[in-house]
């Protein structure tokens, strides 16, 4: 789920 994480960076931040 990184190319997602990366497409969404504020996703990303949350899933952190």
Same mark, same amino acid.
């Given at each position: 789920m990184a190319?997602? @994480?990366?497409? $969404?960076l $504020? &996703? @990303?931040? $949350? &899933?952190?």
């Amino acid at each position: 789920m990184a190319i997602l @994480c990366c497409s $969404f960076l $504020f &996703v @990303c931040l $949350f &899933v952190l």
